[in-house]
């Protein structure tokens, strides 16, 4: 990438910033120099300008749905409970890998839930996806209808496919 096309992502980028600032959105406490750091991640993983900025946008979706989330990473957000990764554009995959003690969900639009802590969490899954439930043996993680009854839970350790777009809210433990 050029230099000048790279002062025009990131002037874009600054500008962004400048007007969710001023309409007081969730992801307006992100700096300049830390959408500049996100806007090289994307670049350095193979995004276009364009892909990159489609996924900014996803990123500023999702932070003024979950406002207790904060921006970690071109495609990452710090959640209650976890992380967030969100898919990026033409870089979708079907694995699931999950770390030891952790539940993990892809979501039907690529984004993957890492819970790692154990609580009650609001959840915001779209689509059909999987599941990798790879906390410890015997642990069950509890899935919950818009009105906090049960719909359904999973005991550890396996892994499975799921509708999330009626799961509501998420108990890893």
Not at 41 to 65: E, M
Not at 121 to 148: E, K, P
Not at 154 to 172: D, E, F, L
């Amino acid at each position: 990438m050029s230099l000048r096309k790279l002062v025009a992502v990131l002037s874009a980028i600054a500008a962004l910033v400048a007007g969710l600032v001023l309409a007081g959105n969730a992801s307006a406490t992100t700096t300049g120099s830390q959408q500049a750091t996100y806007a090289q991640q994307a670049h350095d993983a193979g995004l276009t300008n364009s892909q990159a900025a489609q996924l900014q946008r996803k990123v500023d979706a999702t932070l003024a749905r979950q406002t207790a989330s904060r921006q970690i990473g071109a495609n990452k957000l710090a959640i209650p409970g976890g992380t967030l990764t969100l898919a990026a554009p033409g870089k979708f995959s079907a694995a699931i890998p999950c770390s030891n003690g952790h539940l993990c969900i892809r979501d039907g639009q690529g984004s993957t839930w890492d819970y790692y802590y154990c609580g009650y969490y609001d959840f915001g899954g779209i689509g059909d996806g999987v599941f990798n439930n790879n906390q410890s043996s015997g642990t069950r993680a509890r899935f919950y209808n818009s009105n906090g009854s049960e719909r359904w839970s999973n005991v550890a350790k396996a892994t499975g496919t799921a509708s999330w777009t009626p799961v509501y809210h998420i108990r890893p433990c």
